[in-house]
């Protein structure tokens, strides 16, 4: 088990700079390079050593840690280099897609390879509201655990998989959008009767805690693949919608939410699940467009 090995940060931006730092603080011996050099300084007074180049920076430490902008940028700055023997652990938001090809381009030049998606603010990124996923290797996380757990307490091996990271990432996007963007029509709403977001906040704040709760019975309906209506229909739900869409036209606030929601649902009723839970709508979300 390596436990505290030297570490190199390729991409000082405001993500970089954290892990960076937070690598410090954890008593790792710290490289970091950054193609504008000036943001490195802070971190070099805070021991951090600035590479002349990202081939100085890589050949300092066995692990090598890259945030960059996308994995074109990535791709750009370790294609030249040679890596072979070298840990790679890639905290640079992707897709599936990215994340496989740059495991197999890794795979040929004999680098160990291992994805990550981080799930927090760059001031988090240390403290126990960080979570950080990673796929690839189980050996190379094994390895570097101790390494990658002072970025985040919550440090979650997802498996072989290197898209794996990549995907709970936008799944859980989607959901963070999907819950600011209800707030926000709701705040819309109760704008409109002089109501402040702030007076609002704490009752949505409720209820999105209470929504949370209902999470394990629906997964464990979506894993069973049945849907009882143990407290409403999806007929019903839809009646809930034409209240908000209508609500949302009278007073003057953007429909387009409540309109796409109920489009959904009016889809799920149309394939026969009316009489079923809310859960059913996964049915619709699994399908491709137009099918």
């Known amino acids: 088990m390596i436990t505290n090995p030297p570490v190199t940060v390729l ?14 603080r954890a008593g790792h011996p710290t490289t970091v390079w950054n193609r504008t050099a000036s943001k490195a300084e802070h971190l070099v007074a805070q021991g951090a050593t600035l590479a002349g ?11 090598v840690v890259v945030c960059v902008s996308d994995y074109a940028a990535v791709h750009e700055l370790l294609d030249p280099l040679v890596l072979d023997g ?9 897709t599936t897609q990215t994340a496989r090809e740059t495991a197999a381009w890794a795979a040929q030049r004999g680098v160990t390879y291992l994805d990550g998606a981080i799930m927090a603010i760059p001031q988090a990124i240390g403290t126990a509201d960080a979570v950080v ?7 190379a996380f094994d390895s570097y655990e101790p390494v990658l757990k ?13 898209g794996l990271s990549s995907l709970y990432d936008v799944a859980l996007l989607g959901l963070m959008w999907s819950v600011l963007n ?5 705040a819309a709403l109760v704008g409109a009767a002089g109501v402040d977001a702030s007076v609002f906040e704490p009752f949505a704040r409720n209820l999105i805690g209470t929504v949370g709760d209902w999470l394990p019975p629906y997964a464990k309906q979506i894993d069973d693949g049945t849907y009882p209506a143990y407290d409403s229909t999806i007929d019903t739900h839809l009646g809930a919608m034409d209240h908000l869409i209508d609500e949302s036209e009278s007073l003057g606030v953007n429909p387009d939410l409540p309109r796409l929601i109920k489009a959904v649902a009016d889809r799920a009723v149309a394939a026969g699940h009316g009489g079923h839970g809310y859960a059913a ?10 099918e």
């Open 86 to 94: 070298k840990v790679v652990v890639n905290l640079t938001s992707g």
């Open 150 to 162: 002072s970025l985040a307490a919550a440090t979650t091996y997802l498996g072989d998989d290197h």
């Open 133 to 139: 996923l990673y796929s690839g290797p189980r050996s």
């Open 182 to 186: 209800g707030f926000l029509q709701g």
């Open 281 to 290: 709508m996964i049915e619709q979300f699994r399908k491709s467009p137009g």
């Open 11 to 24: 991409g000082l931006g405001l993500m970089g700079q954290a892990l960076a730092g937070t690598f410090l």
């Open 53 to 63: 180049s990202p081939a100085e920076a890589v050949a300092a430490s066995p692990l």
